[in-house]
Protein backbone atom coordinates (compact mmCIF):
# COMPACT_ATOMS: atom_id res chain seq x y z
CA UNK A 1 0.00 0.00 0.00
CA UNK A 2 1.19 3.41 -1.16
CA UNK A 3 2.62 5.68 2.10
CA UNK A 4 1.14 8.86 0.13
CA UNK A 5 -1.30 9.29 -2.56
CA UNK A 6 -2.06 12.42 -4.35
CA UNK A 7 -5.03 12.40 -6.94
CA UNK A 8 -5.94 15.19 -9.52
CA UNK A 9 -4.07 17.29 -7.20
CA UNK A 10 -4.58 21.47 -8.16
CA UNK A 11 -3.49 24.98 -7.08
CA UNK A 12 -4.04 27.96 -8.36
CA UNK A 13 -2.92 32.07 -6.98
CA UNK A 14 -5.36 33.94 -8.88
CA UNK A 15 -4.78 33.05 -12.28
CA UNK A 16 -1.34 31.47 -12.13
CA UNK A 17 -1.68 27.58 -11.56
CA UNK A 18 0.94 26.44 -9.86
CA UNK A 19 0.25 22.93 -9.58
CA UNK A 20 -2.56 21.26 -12.38
CA UNK A 21 -3.70 17.65 -12.32
CA UNK A 22 -0.72 16.15 -10.57
CA UNK A 23 -1.37 12.14 -8.84
CA UNK A 24 1.23 10.63 -8.36
CA UNK A 25 1.96 7.91 -5.34
CA UNK A 26 5.10 7.03 -2.60
CA UNK A 27 5.73 3.87 -1.07
CA UNK A 28 6.82 3.03 2.08
CA UNK A 29 10.72 3.29 2.31
CA UNK A 30 11.37 5.22 -0.70
CA UNK A 31 13.63 8.15 -2.09
CA UNK A 32 11.69 10.01 -4.41
CA UNK A 33 13.55 12.56 -5.36
CA UNK A 34 11.34 15.51 -7.42
CA UNK A 35 13.02 17.17 -10.24
CA UNK A 36 11.80 20.33 -11.92
CA UNK A 37 12.96 24.07 -12.51
CA UNK A 38 12.12 27.38 -10.60
CA UNK A 39 8.53 27.78 -10.99
CA UNK A 40 7.82 23.91 -11.71
CA UNK A 41 5.55 23.68 -8.81
CA UNK A 42 8.12 21.64 -6.11
CA UNK A 43 7.91 23.59 -3.20
CA UNK A 44 3.83 24.08 -3.66
CA UNK A 45 4.00 20.79 -3.22
CA UNK A 46 5.60 20.16 -0.33
CA UNK A 47 3.86 23.02 1.19
CA UNK A 48 0.23 21.46 0.47
CA UNK A 49 0.99 17.98 1.71
CA UNK A 50 2.83 19.46 4.96
CA UNK A 51 -0.54 21.72 5.24
CA UNK A 52 1.22 24.99 4.78
CA UNK A 53 -0.99 25.52 1.62
CA UNK A 54 -4.71 24.39 1.02
CA UNK A 55 -5.29 22.54 -2.36
CA UNK A 56 -7.47 24.31 -4.89
CA UNK A 57 -8.85 20.74 -6.03
CA UNK A 58 -7.99 16.91 -5.95
CA UNK A 59 -7.26 15.04 -2.90
CA UNK A 60 -4.08 14.09 -0.31
CA UNK A 61 -3.89 10.67 1.11
CA UNK A 62 -1.35 9.88 3.98
CA UNK A 63 -1.17 6.51 5.31
CA UNK A 64 -5.05 5.84 3.25
CA UNK A 65 -6.21 9.43 5.86
CA UNK A 66 -7.33 12.43 4.18
CA UNK A 67 -5.56 15.53 4.67
CA UNK A 68 -7.82 17.93 3.75
CA UNK A 69 -8.68 20.43 6.10
CA UNK A 70 -5.72 18.88 9.01
CA UNK A 71 -3.71 22.22 10.28
CA UNK A 72 0.58 21.90 10.03
CA UNK A 73 0.52 20.33 13.41
CA UNK A 74 -2.18 17.80 12.92
CA UNK A 75 -0.68 16.46 10.09
CA UNK A 76 3.34 16.62 11.62
CA UNK A 77 2.38 14.62 14.67
CA UNK A 78 0.31 12.08 11.57
CA UNK A 79 3.61 11.46 10.69
CA UNK A 80 5.16 14.17 8.14
CA UNK A 81 7.84 16.57 8.72
CA UNK A 82 9.48 18.94 6.06
CA UNK A 83 12.30 21.37 5.62
CA UNK A 84 12.38 24.90 4.36
CA UNK A 85 14.59 26.28 1.38
CA UNK A 86 15.91 29.11 3.91
CA UNK A 87 16.55 27.87 7.39
CA UNK A 88 15.32 29.18 10.15
CA UNK A 89 16.90 27.48 13.22
CA UNK A 90 16.03 28.95 16.65
CA UNK A 91 18.65 31.25 16.77
CA UNK A 92 19.12 32.33 20.55
CA UNK A 93 18.42 28.61 21.54
CA UNK A 94 21.52 26.21 21.65
CA UNK A 95 21.61 23.12 19.16
CA UNK A 96 20.55 21.21 21.40
CA UNK A 97 17.35 22.98 22.37
CA UNK A 98 16.52 23.37 18.94
CA UNK A 99 16.12 19.28 18.84
CA UNK A 100 14.49 19.05 22.42
CA UNK A 101 11.76 21.70 21.31
CA UNK A 102 11.34 19.30 17.84
CA UNK A 103 11.22 16.12 19.64
CA UNK A 104 8.67 17.33 22.68
CA UNK A 105 6.46 19.09 20.46
CA UNK A 106 6.49 16.89 17.45
CA UNK A 107 6.31 13.48 18.59
CA UNK A 108 4.32 12.34 21.52
CA UNK A 109 5.91 8.63 21.64
CA UNK A 110 8.51 10.47 23.42
CA UNK A 111 7.20 12.42 27.01
CA UNK A 112 9.67 11.24 29.68
CA UNK A 113 12.35 14.05 29.71
CA UNK A 114 15.30 11.60 30.53
CA UNK A 115 13.88 10.01 26.86
CA UNK A 116 13.72 13.67 25.15
CA UNK A 117 16.91 14.63 26.00
CA UNK A 118 18.44 10.76 25.29
CA UNK A 119 16.64 11.14 21.66
CA UNK A 120 17.71 14.52 20.90
CA UNK A 121 21.38 13.67 21.13
CA UNK A 122 20.83 10.03 19.31
CA UNK A 123 19.35 12.44 16.55
CA UNK A 124 22.39 15.12 16.44
CA UNK A 125 24.79 12.29 16.85
CA UNK A 126 22.84 10.89 13.69
CA UNK A 127 23.67 13.90 11.73
CA UNK A 128 27.25 14.38 13.07
CA UNK A 129 26.35 17.52 15.20
CA UNK A 130 26.64 15.90 18.93
CA UNK A 131 29.95 18.34 19.61
CA UNK A 132 28.15 21.19 18.33
CA UNK A 133 25.14 20.34 21.21
CA UNK A 134 25.85 23.67 23.34
CA UNK A 135 26.30 26.16 20.79
CA UNK A 136 24.44 28.99 20.09
CA UNK A 137 22.54 27.84 16.67
CA UNK A 138 22.49 30.89 15.09
CA UNK A 139 26.13 30.59 15.15
CA UNK A 140 26.46 27.65 13.31
CA UNK A 141 27.87 27.72 9.46
CA UNK A 142 25.65 27.27 6.30
CA UNK A 143 26.69 23.58 6.35
CA UNK A 144 25.71 22.77 9.92
CA UNK A 145 22.21 25.15 9.74
CA UNK A 146 21.28 22.76 7.07
CA UNK A 147 21.84 19.30 8.65
CA UNK A 148 20.44 20.99 12.28
CA UNK A 149 17.09 21.34 9.78
CA UNK A 150 17.02 18.16 8.67
CA UNK A 151 17.74 17.33 12.50
CA UNK A 152 14.87 19.31 13.68
CA UNK A 153 12.40 17.52 11.33
CA UNK A 154 13.78 13.99 12.21
CA UNK A 155 12.85 15.22 15.96
CA UNK A 156 9.41 15.09 15.68
CA UNK A 157 9.21 11.21 14.66
CA UNK A 158 8.02 11.38 10.72
CA UNK A 159 7.86 9.08 8.60
CA UNK A 160 7.35 10.82 5.83
CA UNK A 161 10.47 13.27 5.65
CA UNK A 162 9.67 15.92 2.87
CA UNK A 163 13.30 17.75 2.07
CA UNK A 164 13.20 20.96 0.46
CA UNK A 165 16.66 21.59 -1.00
CA UNK A 166 18.82 20.94 1.93
CA UNK A 167 21.97 20.78 -0.21
CA UNK A 168 21.82 23.85 -1.90
CA UNK A 169 24.69 26.34 -1.27
CA UNK A 170 27.10 23.77 0.11
CA UNK A 171 30.27 22.37 -1.48
CA UNK A 172 30.98 19.27 -3.27
CA UNK A 173 32.36 17.43 0.34
CA UNK A 174 29.12 18.85 2.43
CA UNK A 175 26.92 17.69 -0.49
CA UNK A 176 28.19 13.97 -0.30
CA UNK A 177 28.16 14.84 3.31
CA UNK A 178 24.57 15.34 3.41
CA UNK A 179 23.73 12.64 1.28
CA UNK A 180 25.35 9.86 3.12
CA UNK A 181 23.18 11.63 6.71
CA UNK A 182 20.25 11.01 4.54
CA UNK A 183 20.80 7.41 3.85
CA UNK A 184 22.11 7.17 7.27
CA UNK A 185 19.10 8.63 8.94
CA UNK A 186 16.47 6.54 6.55
CA UNK A 187 17.79 3.69 7.72
CA UNK A 188 17.84 4.05 11.32
CA UNK A 189 14.57 5.71 11.27
CA UNK A 190 12.86 3.58 8.74
CA UNK A 191 12.20 6.75 6.77
CA UNK A 192 10.98 7.40 3.39
CA UNK A 193 11.58 10.16 1.79
CA UNK A 194 10.60 12.95 -0.65
CA UNK A 195 13.04 15.30 -2.00
CA UNK A 196 13.45 18.35 -3.70
CA UNK A 197 16.97 19.46 -5.08
CA UNK A 198 18.50 21.65 -7.69
CA UNK A 199 21.86 19.46 -7.59
CA UNK A 200 21.17 16.81 -10.11
CA UNK A 201 23.87 14.54 -9.60
CA UNK A 202 23.45 14.42 -5.79
CA UNK A 203 19.53 13.78 -6.82
CA UNK A 204 20.23 11.13 -9.40
CA UNK A 205 22.41 8.95 -7.18
CA UNK A 206 20.47 9.31 -4.13
CA UNK A 207 16.61 8.45 -5.22
CA UNK A 208 15.43 5.16 -6.11
CA UNK A 209 12.68 6.75 -8.23
CA UNK A 210 12.39 10.51 -9.55
CA UNK A 211 8.95 12.31 -10.87
CA UNK A 212 9.51 15.49 -13.02
CA UNK A 213 7.19 18.73 -13.38
CA UNK A 214 7.15 21.14 -15.61
CA UNK A 215 5.07 24.87 -14.98
CA UNK A 216 2.91 22.15 -12.69
CA UNK A 217 2.22 19.38 -14.76
CA UNK A 218 3.92 15.90 -14.01
CA UNK A 219 5.33 14.91 -17.48
CA UNK A 220 7.51 11.97 -16.53
CA UNK A 221 8.63 9.58 -13.71
CA UNK A 222 10.88 6.52 -13.06
CA UNK A 223 14.46 5.46 -12.51
CA UNK A 224 17.23 8.35 -12.65
CA UNK A 225 17.88 6.18 -15.97
CA UNK A 226 14.86 6.57 -17.32
CA UNK A 227 14.35 10.18 -16.30
CA UNK A 228 17.67 11.02 -17.85
CA UNK A 229 16.74 8.96 -21.06
CA UNK A 230 13.73 10.80 -21.29
CA UNK A 231 12.82 12.86 -24.36
CA UNK A 232 10.56 15.05 -22.67
CA UNK A 233 12.72 15.75 -20.01
CA UNK A 234 15.62 16.46 -22.15
CA UNK A 235 13.97 18.86 -24.21
CA UNK A 236 12.29 20.45 -20.75
CA UNK A 237 15.49 21.10 -19.09
CA UNK A 238 17.96 20.29 -21.78
CA UNK A 239 17.07 21.73 -24.91
CA UNK A 240 15.54 20.30 -27.82
CA UNK A 241 19.66 19.06 -29.30
CA UNK A 242 20.26 17.07 -25.93
Known amino acids: MELLAINHLQKKYGG ?11 IPGEIVGVMGANGAGKTTLFS ?9 AGEIKFDGHHLKGRSPDQICRMGIARTFQIVRPLRGLSVLDNITIAVRFGDSRTTREPEIIKRSHEILENLELEDRAPQSAGTLTLSDQKRLEVARAVA ?3 RLLLLDEVMAGLTPTEVQDMMDAIVRLKKIHSLTV ?3 EHVMRALMKLSDRIVVLHHGELIAQGTPEEVAANTGVQNAYLGSSA
Not at 16 to 26: E, N, P, Q, Y
Not at 48 to 56: M, Y
Open 48 to 56: LIAGHDKPT
Open 194 to 196: LVI
Open 16 to 26: VVALKDLSMTV
Open 156 to 158: TGP
